[in-house]
C-alpha cells in the first residue's frame, strides 16, 4: 500500500491508515504524504516507511515503485489528497497497473469521473471508492432484506447528513479541511452535495437498489462570505416511481455526523442512523418493531445476510464503529484484488464495496444537483 | 361545552371530552353527536348528558342552547365532524355567541377560512383551533428559546409528519376515519397535507416564530385506487432567508405518529420528536448537547420558559403525553375566554394556542401546496 | 367523590383529581383538603366544590355526607393525606359505608394495613391503592406476556427507583413534601422503601406475578441529619426460585423517577422505564428485539393483551404519560365500584388495579427490609 | 508480538490481534496457538507468520524466541489461552524478559495472582490486562470528571453485566467457548464472576477512583447441570462510605453485553451503557441533562480530559467501538513499553491501562465474592 496524500496532519489519512492495517492484510510501505517535504518526511517516520520510500510527489512514486520487484513495490496506491488531485494519481496509478482506492467525490469533475471508469475498464483493475456508510453492517442487512422482498415495493426514501462543522467561517480560521472543502478551484462545483451529498445519495441507491431518476435540488451558501453552498435540500425520484428526499448540510448547527436512511415499502419501512450504527429497526405493518442487531446468530427467519455476517469482525454486543466499516472497504478491496490475481473468482460479499461506477454516479449526481438548483424548472433528470 | 360530531364511534371525539374534562374546567352539557339519531342517543346516554340536550342537528342544538338560560346553556361549542362539515357550525355557533373549538383543518377550502376569520373578528368571540403538537410544553419551550436567540438566527427548519395507516387501501376496508379523509368531497384539496401536513407547517412557524414565504412540492397518491394524495415532500423557504424541508405521509409503513422538528440557527439547533414529547433536545455550538425535560425546576441559566410550566400538570419524571397537549389548547381556550367574560385581559401564556389566524394560515398552505404540486415552475409564492 | 387532603398546595392532590376527571367518570363534590381551614376553603373554591361541602376535618366529611340523600353524597373517599393520617380516614369512611382510594403506603405500619384489610373483607366494599406505574398499558401488557409464557420460567427479576429530589437536606429548606416524608413520625418506618420501594416491590410482584420469599436489604441516610433512609439496595428471592435486585434511592442526583423493570426467562427477557412508558422491549432468545407500543392494532400472534387495550384511550402514535396510567386505577375502580352496585360481576379488566392486598403485601414489604437492615443475618424471610 | 492461544477458531484472538495492528505499532511475529499442531499451523499460515516461528507450546516460544537476535525476536508476548493457563506462560515470559498482555481475569486463582505481582514488580517489566471496557474514551471522561470533583462526593454506583448466552445449557452443545468458562477446573472458582462480574468491579473501582471495602453476594447456577454459577448480585460497599449493587448475569435472556456503570454524588450522577458507547449522560442538580460524546472540541468549561482526547482516534460524529477501545489498552501499553525501553517516563495518560494491580484485585474480588455467596453472614470484607 502506498499512500498519495494523507500526511500528519490530515484526519482521513489516519482513517484509511488504521482501516487497512485492521485486518492485517495490508502495510504501508510508501508514501507521497505532502507537497511540504519536511511534512512528508515526517510522516514518513512516524509511519514506519522507509525513508527511500517516501516520496515528494505521487508521479515519483509510481514510476520508481513500478521499477521494484514485484514482491518488493505496493500492490495499491490509496489517494486521499483534496479532490482536485484525484484524477491524476488515479488515472497515473491505473495506467501503471496499480489498483487504487479512493477518496470519494471520485473526482474532480464528471468528465474525469468518466474517463476514470474507461481506464479501469481498460485496464481490468479494481478502484475502491470510500463511501464508508454503506460498509456498515446493518447498512448491508437493510440492502439485503429490502432486495428479498421483506418490505415489499419501495415508496419512499429518506437520507440526511446534517453536519453543523462549517456553522462559522471556519475556512478563514485557518481549518486546512475547511479551506479546499470550500474552495471551487480544489472541491469542485458544490460543498455540501460534493463533500457529504454523495455519501447519502448512494446510501440511497446503494441500500435500496434504486436509482435516482428525477431531482430538484435548492442549494444554499448560508454563512456569508462563503464560496461554495454549505447546505441543500434535494427532491428524489426514483425508477421505480418511489420518491424521496435528500438533505445535506455542513450548517446544522450541533450535529456531528447524523446520516440516516429510511426507506418506506409496500410491507413495512426500515431506519438506520450512523450515530448508532449496530442497531437496524424494522417496522412491519401489524407487527411490534424489531431491532436487529449487528453480530447476532438470530435464528430463521431472522438470520442475518451473508452481506452482514461477511463485514462484521466479533460477536454481538461488541459495538463496531466507522474504522470497522471503513476496515470493510479495505478489506473486500485487497479480498477481490487477491482472487483477481490468484486467478480466483471474487464472492459477491467481496466485490460489495463501491467501485467505479459508483464514483461515476455520484458526480453525476453533482452535476445534476448543481443544474437543478440553477434551474426555475421544478425537476432535472438523472440519466 | 357543548358537541357537533365525536359520537362513540369516533376516536377524535373521545380525544376532545378527555381533554376538556382534564382539569375539571368544563363539562359536557349537550351534543349533536352524529348524523346518526341511534347514534347520536346512546352517545350522550353514556356520556352522561341529559336527553333532552341530545340534539339531531348542530342547527337544533344551536338554536334550542341558545335560548336556555344563560347560566344553563353550553358555554362553547366543540366541532370534531368531518372537514366539509366545519364551517357551517362554526359559523352559526360565533353568530349565535358561542365560542369555538375546531378541529383542524379549520374548514374545507381557503375561502371559507378566510370568511371564518373575519366571523370571528366581527364578533370579537374566540375560537381555538387543535393544533395539538404546538400544545406540548417541550415545544413552548423551543418557541421561547429560539425566541430568546439561543440559536441565534434561524437558517434551517426540517419538520415530518411521517404515519403509515394508509399504506393499504383502508377507506375500501371499512375504515370510516380513512374513507372520509382521502374523499375529496369530504375531506378538501388534498390528503396528506390537509389532515398532517398542516400540524407540521403549523408547528414550524410555531416554533421559529418564521412565516413559510415559498415552497416546492411534490405530491403523491401511492396507494392505488386512493383518490387523494397520501405522501408529500415539501421545500421550504421561509421570510427570514431560512430554508427547510416538510415531509407529511401516510404510507409512511410502520410509522405511526412519528412528527418532528428540528431548527438549527447560528449558534445551536434543536431537535423535538412528538414519540418522546418530554425531552427537547438543544445543541449549541462547542458545547455537549443538553436535554430539557418537562417539568423541571431548573435553575438559571436553564430555568423552564413560563409558557413550558403554564401548559405542565405536575413535576418532573411524571412523562405527560397527547391528552395533557390537547388538554392545554382547552385550558388555555378556556381561560382566555373566562378572562374576557370576567373584563379581564389574558395573559400572554394564556392566549398561547392556535386562533382562527392560524387556521387561515393552514388553509393558505394547503392551497400553495397543491399549486405547487400542479406547476412545473419550482417556487410558488406563499402570502 | 370526596378528598381528604390534597390542598392547593400538595401536587398529589391535583394529580388525583386530573386521573378521576379524566374519563367523565367522577366529580370531586366534597373535601376536607386541608388542617388549614383557610387553604381548606381556598382549595374548594378553586376546585368548583360548593362551600357548605367544604369540611374542616374527614370526621366532619365523613358524618355529614353519610347524613345526605344517596344520589347527593358523595360515592367514594379519596385519601391523599401524608401517611399517617391513611389510616383513620380510610377506616371511617368503609365503615360509613364509603369506597375508598389511597395514596400509598397504604397505612404507617403493617399493624394498620392488616386491620384495613379485615375492614375491607368485613364491608365488602372496595378499597383502591394507588401504584400508578401498574397502572401503563405497556407494564399489563408485560404481565400478560409472563403469564402466558412467552419468557419461560421467570429467572431474574431488576426493578429500580432511583430519584434525585432529595440529594440536599430540603426539609430543612421548606420543602413540605420532603418535611413530611422524612419525618418518621409521619412517614413510617423507612422514607425511600415506604415512598417508593414499595412501588417497585409492587411492580416486580404483579409484573411476574410471583412473591417476594426472602431479602436482604441495605439501606442508608446518605444526607447527614436526615431522620430517615433514603436509599437503599435490596436482593431478592423469590417463590419461584428467581433472584432479583431491587434499588430504591431519593439521592441519586440528577435522576427524575427512573423507575424501570427487567425481567429474565428461560426463553427471553423484557424491560419497560417509565420514561419512556409507551415503549415494552421484548428480547426473545435467536430473534431480533421486538418494541411493542401502546395503542397498536398488532395481528396474531402479537396482538397486545386485553387487559392492556382496556387501559388505552386513544390510538397508537398518541403518547400516553403517567395521568393516563393514573387515571386508569380511578376508571377500574369505578368501573368495578359501579358493577358491584348494580349487582354485576366486574370483568377481570376491571379489576386489575391495586386493591388492599396489595396495600398489606406493600406494608409487610417496608417491615422485612427494615428488619433485615438491622440484621447481620443475611436473609430475612418474608411470610 | 507473540501470541499464546488465540487461534483461528477463538474468537478472542482474533480481538487482540485486531486491537494490535490497528495504529501499526505492532506486528504478530510468531505464536503458540493451539494446542492441536494442525491449528496452529493453520493460524500461523493464516496470519502471515513465517512457519518456523509458529511454535507448539508457549515454552518453546517463549525459549526459541529469547534467542533471536533483539531485533527480531518478538517485543511481548499476549496471552489468550483459558485462564487456567494464563499464570505459567506470564510467569515464563516475564522471567524471560517478554513483557506481557493479558486476558481477564488474570489468573486462576488469587494465589497465582499475588505470585505474578511479585514477579512484576522484580523484573521491572509491563503487564496489560484487558479489561476493555475501561479504554472507552467517554469511561475515562467519566473518571476524570469525578475526580475533578464535578458531582462532588460519589454516594452510590450500580454496575451491571448482564448477558444472555448462557441462557442455555450451551456447554452441552458443542459451544467450547462455553465449555471451558463454565468448568471449574479451567475458568476457576466463579462462573459469571470471574468471567464478567471482574470486569465491572474493576470499572466500578476505576471510574471512581474508590475500592470496594465490603460486600454482599447472593450468586446463582439458573441452568441446570451446569458446574458454575452463571448468575449474580452483590451488594457493595466502598472505602468512603459510597454503597452499590452489582450486578453480572450470563442468564439474562435476550441481552448482549450490556454492560453500564452510574455514579451517583452529592452534586449529580453519571452514566455510561457499553451498547451506546461515544455517549456519556452527565446530570448535574438543577440542570438540563448534558450528553458529552467522544471526539467533541468542546469548549471551556466542558472541554473532554486528555485521558479521553488520548485515547480518540478520530473526529466527532464517527462511532468508535470495542475494537478501538481494546486498541487503546494496547497502544498504552506499547507506547509504555517504548517509553521505557527509551529510558523515557511514560505520562500519565499512557500509564492508563490495566495492570497487574488491578488484576489482583479482580482475583480477590471473585474470592470474596465466593467467600461471602457461602456465608449466611451479611457482610464480607475485601482487604
Known amino acids: 500500500m502506498g499512500m498519495v496524500g494523507g500526511g500528519l496532519d490530515a484526519f482521513i489519512g489516519?482513517?484509511?491508515?488504521?482501516?487497512?492495517?485492521?485486518d492485517g492484510l495490508a502495510e504501508l510501505v510508501c508514501g507521497a504524504f505532502s507537497i511540504d517535504p519536511e511534512?512528508?518526511?515526517?510522516?514518513?517516520?512516524?509511519?514506519?516507511?522507509?525513508?527511500?520510500?517516501?516520496?515528494?510527489t505521487f508521479e515519483e512514486m509510481i514510476e520508481k515503485e513500478s521499477k521494484l520487484p514485484e514482491d518488493v513495490r505496493m500492490d495499491f496506491v490509496t489517494i486521499v489528497t483534496p479532490n482536485f488531485v484525484?484524477?491524476?494519481?488515479?488515472?497515473?496509478?491505473?495506467?501503471?497497473?496499480?489498483?487504487?482506492?479512493?477518496?470519494?467525490?471520485?473526482?474532480?469533475s464528471l468528465e474525469e469521473a468518466i474517463e476514470l471508469q474507461k481506464i479501469v475498464e481498460r485496464t481490468g483493475l479494481?478502484?475502491?471508492?470510500?463511501?464508508?456508510?454503506?460498509?456498515?453492517?446493518?447498512?448491508?442487512?437493510?440492502?439485503?432484506?429490502?432486495?428479498?422482498?421483506?418490505?415489499?415495493?419501495?415508496?419512499?426514501?429518506i437520507v440526511e447528513y446534517p453536519q453543523g462543522w462549517?456553522?462559522?467561517?471556519?475556512?478563514?480560521?485557518?481549518?486546512?479541511?475547511?479551506?479546499?472543502?470550500t474552495d471551487p478551484k480544489k472541491s469542485g462545483k458544490s460543498g455540501s452535495m460534493g463533500d457529504i451529498g454523495t455519501h447519502v445519495a448512494h446510501l440511497a441507491e446503494y441500500v435500496t437498489g434504486l436509482r435516482i431518476s428525477e431531482l430538484c435540488a435548492?442549494?444554499?451558501?448560508?454563512?456569508?462570505?462563503?464560496?461554495?453552498?454549505?447546505?441543500?435540500?434535494?427532491l428524489l425520484r426514483f425508477d421505480n416511481?418511489?420518491?424521496?428526499?435528500?438533505?445535506?448540510?455542513q450548517i446544522a448547527a450541533g450535529e456531528e455526523n447524523a446520516i440516516s436512511i429510511r426507506v418506506y415499502g409496500e410491507k413495512g419501512g426500515l431506519e438506520w442512523k450512523q450515530h448508532d450504527p449496530n442497531n437496524l429497526f424494522v417496522r412491519l405493518l401489524d407487527q411490534p418493531m424489531q431491532v436487529y442487531r449487528t453480530g447476532n446468530?438470530?435464528?430463521?427467519?431472522?438470520?442475518?445476510?451473508?452481506?452482514?455476517?461477511?463485514?462484521?469482525?466479533?460477536?454481538?454486543?461488541?459495538?463496531?464503529?466507522?474504522?470497522?466499516?471503513?476496515?470493510?472497504?479495505?478489506?473486500?478491496?485487497?479480498?477481490?484484488?487477491?482472487?483477481?490475481?490468484?486467478?480466483?473468482?471474487?464472492?459477491p460479499e467481496m466485490l460489495d464495496f463501491p467501485q467505479v461506477g459508483e464514483g461515476v454516479r455520484g458526480m453525476a449526481f453533482v452535476d445534476k444537483v448543481v443544474e437543478s438548483n440553477q434551474s426555475s424548472e421544478k425537476w432535472t433528470k438523472v440519466d
Open 166 to 181: 462549517l456553522s462559522r467561517l471556519s475556512e478563514r480560521e485557518g481549518n486546512a479541511g475547511a479551506a479546499w472543502r
Open 39 to 56: 511534512v512528508g518526511r515526517l510522516s514518513g517516520e512516524a509511519l514506519f516507511v522507509a525513508p527511500d520510500r517516501v516520496y515528494a
Open 297 to 347: 446468530a438470530y435464528q430463521e427467519p431472522y438470520t442475518l445476510s451473508s452481506f452482514a455476517t461477511h463485514n462484521t469482525r466479533i460477536p454481538a454486543g461488541h459495538p463496531e464503529g466507522l474504522l470497522e466499516a471503513f476496515g470493510n472497504i479495505y478489506r473486500n478491496f485487497i479480498l477481490t484484488v487477491s482472487a483477481k490475481m490468484n486467478g480466483e473468482t471474487p464472492t
Open 14 to 22: 489516519t482513517v484509511h491508515r488504521i482501516a487497512a492495517n485492521m
Open 86 to 108: 484525484h484524477f491524476a494519481p488515479a488515472k497515473m496509478a491505473l495506467e501503471n497497473g496499480f489498483n487504487v482506492v479512493i477518496e470519494k467525490p471520485m473526482t474532480f
Open 218 to 234: 435548492d442549494l444554499h451558501t448560508m454563512v456569508e462570505g462563503r464560496m461554495l453552498d454549505d447546505d441543500g435540500n434535494v
Open 126 to 157: 479494481t478502484l475502491a471508492l470510500t463511501h464508508t456508510y454503506s460498509g456498515y453492517p446493518m447498512v448491508k442487512q437493510a440492502k439485503a432484506m429490502i432486495n428479498k422482498g421483506e418490505l415489499g415495493k419501495v415508496r419512499k426514501v
Open 241 to 249: 416511481g418511489a420518491n424521496g428526499v435528500l438533505v445535506a448540510s
